[in-house]
């Protein structure tokens, strides 16, 4: 299953509109503890980034303007930001996974909210083509 690394917040946000039961919860927890792992790598690769362009004063600390850091290479910067995130994220169909990315895509696409309007329509449509990735095959 693959995801954008921009798409990491809203699909951890859209994880908590789903109504679970007992053992499809705690898939869900699970999952998102997973996906919040990426996230939070996602942030601190995106802080990195700041921290790689920002002018800082003679002590070595960040100038800040208006309350807001000032960069060096703005252009730079944001294309490395912007090609972050289109990076995608893995996650891998392993048998110990199964249980958990098999009720995630069945709660994902039945469980969540009945109606959308505008971009939370859009979400949940993509949502629901990151999760029918999953195709656990029968073995013979």
Known sequence: ??????????FIAYLDTLKTDRTDSRHKAKFKKLLLEHYDEFLKDTNDINMDYVIKDSDGNPVVEDEKYTFENNHKRLSEIQNLHKEQ???DETNERKAMLLSIKE?????????????????????????EQIEYKDEE
């Not at 299953?1 to 917040?9: A, D, G, I, P």
């Not at 994902?108 to 329509?121: D, L, M, Q």
């Open 89 to 91: 994220i893995v996650i």
């Open 107 to 131: 709660s994902v696409i039945n469980r969540g909210p009945t109606e959308f309007e505008g971009i939370a329509a859009d979400w949940y449509d993509r949502f629901c083509e990151v999760v």
């Open 1 to 10: 299953m693959k995801l954008y690394k921009f798409e990491l917040e809203n």
